[in-house]
């Protein structure tokens, strides 16, 4: 499983989203991390909240842009924080990761606001 010392803090997001009933949403600051480590699925799933996470895949990038797509086409769900760091970050980190050079995309003082 994952350590403590596996992780490598990116980023800090302030995120709020409002259902479109206006009634129900979210307001929360989102710590980003990464780890480059070998698991499966499994591993992940024995340590869910099923709470917070209804589903785990492992994809590539390719894989992820086409499951972005289909949920611009409302296809599949996509949590809006989600679509946001991928449209944001996410795969500049994960070039940075690929390449072993992680520590140049870290921006640990800012507080990225999609407010």
Not at 87 to 103: P, V, Y
Request: hydrophobic share 40%.
């Amino acid at each position: 499983g994952f350590v403590p010392s596996d992780l490598t803090f990116l980023t800090r997001v302030l995120y709020k989203g409002v259902m479109e009933n206006d009634i129900w949403g979210e307001y929360e600051m989102d710590y980003c991390l990464v780890a480059k480590k070998n698991f499966t699925v499994g591993d992940v799933e024995k340590t869910l909240n099923k709470n917070e996470i209804e589903q785990v895949m492992l994809v590539n990038q390719s894989e992820l842009k086409d499951l972005l797509g289909k949920g611009e086409k409302g296809e599949v769900l996509i949590t809006p924080w989600f679509k946001i760091i991928c449209e944001k970050f996410l795969f500049t980190w994960w070039d940075a990761l690929e390449k072993e050079n992680i520590t140049s995309v870290v921006d640990e003082k800012t507080i990225q606001r999609f407010a």
